[in-house]
Each structure stands twice: as C-alpha cells, then as structure tokens.
C-alpha cells in the first residue's frame, strides 16, 4: 500500500527553491530515511508531507488523498517528533501522558502498556525535565503512539543520544514497523543508525532526489560503474546516479541479467558512508 504518492512537488521560500520538483512513493509498512548534508530539504520536506508547509506545488496524496484540504484528517492519521516537538517539563512523565490521553480520547491502559514497554514506567513520578535525553526522546515516541498512527516522523532522532539508548530507539522502531505495520520516516545523520535500520533510502541534495531506492536492512551496497548511455535514467530509476567527475553512471544492487550489453566499467562494495559521500561530494 502506498502511504504518500509525491508527484512533481516544489517549493519555495522568497523565490529561493527549497523543493525541486521531486517525486517518490512512500510504502506501507517502511522505514525511509531521508539522508543529505545541512540544508538539502530534509526538514522542509517533513514540514510539507506533514502539513506543516501548506504552499506548494505539485501533488502530496496520503493514503490515496490529496492532503491540499484535507490537512485535519491527514494530522489525525500521523504523528511528529520534530526538532520543536516538546513533552511539558515542568510535569512529571505521567501527568503529561494522562493529558494526551485526554486530548487525544484514548484509554488510560494504552498509555500505561507503552510506558512499561520502553521502560519508563519506574520514571512515571519524575519531572520530564529530570530525565536524560534518552528517557525524553522515549518519552515522545510513547505520546506519538497513543493514537497508532499511519506513520510517524522522526527528525534527528538520535541526537545526543547514548549508544544504549540509540540501540534501544532503532530495535524499538524496527519492532513497531514489524509487528504494528507503523510506517518511519526518519531524518538524520547518523549513518550507522540509518544503515542498519532502514529499507528504504532517499538521498537529498539541494532539494533534489539524487538517489531514492529500497534495500535489505544492514545490507551492502554492490556499486557497477558503467559506461553512460541515454537509457540508463530510464531503464534503472531509483537505483542509478552520474559519477559526473568520472563520467560514468553508476547503478546501485543491479542483477547481471539487467546488466546484459552495457559496458561495466568496474563493480564495487560500498557502505552507506562510502555512498553517501559518493553521491553527494559529487
């Protein structure tokens, strides 16, 4: 099922292009990340698929609707966790839950079954301002999940995190996309994170899909350098980019059948470090 359908979206701020006419699809149940350097439109982008950003062009249908007015419905179906997204500090963890579960009308159990799932049921009677920024971001997970949403958005998520609690936030992410079919799109840069928990990968550069793919989790990436034809955009799609320094295309996890009459140049193995510098010092 596709959750977004984006076809042909830009946008702009004071005449400077932040969004240049990117299309993809966003499919149910995934992990996406959204990979770029500062600045390439991974958060305006985030802004605009979650109805933050209303002026644009183009097409953004979610779940097989036009979000351009019907912002009401799609922000009952997602949920955020964004760079500005807070949790109230001066309550303790559980006064903020129960004041969700009233906002959002959903039982006290629900609430109360997630804080022991991530732990934070011994921290119930705690200020959130007392806890460390591991328990907090567990926190908002918790809170985004009270109403099961279609997808949830993540925007950094592992910032400033501890490596046990980063662990912790990807095996509880990958468990909640297996087993509760909740779609991710995650931004960040920490590739590590990203190489082992996503299968489906969106490189943005300067507001443009430079490669956009799906993959195993945790797997490599088998890189053919070919000789450029005018085919190749088209014959390959998601998984090809232009070494322009090189003057090469290069295809990513293609099959030797779909190989068959081009001229391989070289193959490599990359990691999602090594392709990510690739595709974007290019």
């Known amino acids: 099922m596709d959750v977004y359908n984006i076809q042909n979206l830009s946008f702009s701020i004071k005449k400077k292009l932040i969004i240049d006419n990117i299309s993809f699809l966003i499919k149910s149940p995934s992990i996406v990340g959204l990979l770029g350097p ?13 109805g933050v950003q209303t002026r644009y062009n183009g097409n953004i249908r979610f779940l097989n609707r036009n979000i351009r007015g019907n912002e009401i419905e799609t922000k009952c179906e997602i949920a955020a966790i964004l760079d500005h997204s807070s949790t109230y500090d001066t309550i303790t963890v559980r006064e903020n839950i129960c004041y969700y579960i009233k906002l959002l009308n959903v039982k006290p159990k629900i609430g109360e079954d997630l804080l022991v799932e991530f732990e934070l049921d011994s921290y119930k009677n705690h200020k959130v301002s007392e806890l460390s920024s591991g328990y907090k971001q567990r926190l908002k997970i918790v809170i985004s999940l009270l109403r ?64 956009d793919f799906y993959r195993k989790q945790g797997s490599e990436f088998m890189v053919h350098h070919v000789k450029k034809t005018t ?10 980019f232009i070494d322009t320094k090189k003057d090469l295309g290069l295809i990513i996890n293609a099959r030797t059948e779909e190989l068959d009459g081009m001229e391989v140049i070289c193959t490599e193995i990359y990691s999602l470090k090594e392709l990510y510098f690739n595709l974007l010092t290019n």
Do not use: M, Q, Y
């Open 231 to 240: 085919s190749l955009d088209d014959r390959f799609k998601n998984r090809f």
């Open 38 to 50: 500062n600045g390439a439109g991974k958060s305006t982008l985030i802004n605009l698929l979650t």
């Open 148 to 211: 099961s949403p279609t997808v949830i958005f993540l925007d950094e998520p592992w910032l400033a995190l501890d490596p046990i609690n980063a662990s912790f936030l990807s095996k509880k992410i990958n468990e909640i996309c297996s087993v509760r079919k909740i779609t991710f799109v995650v931004s960040g840069h920490d590739l590590s994170e990203l190489d082992e928990l996503c299968n489906h990968l969106i490189f943005l550069k300067e507001g443009r899909i430079v490669l």
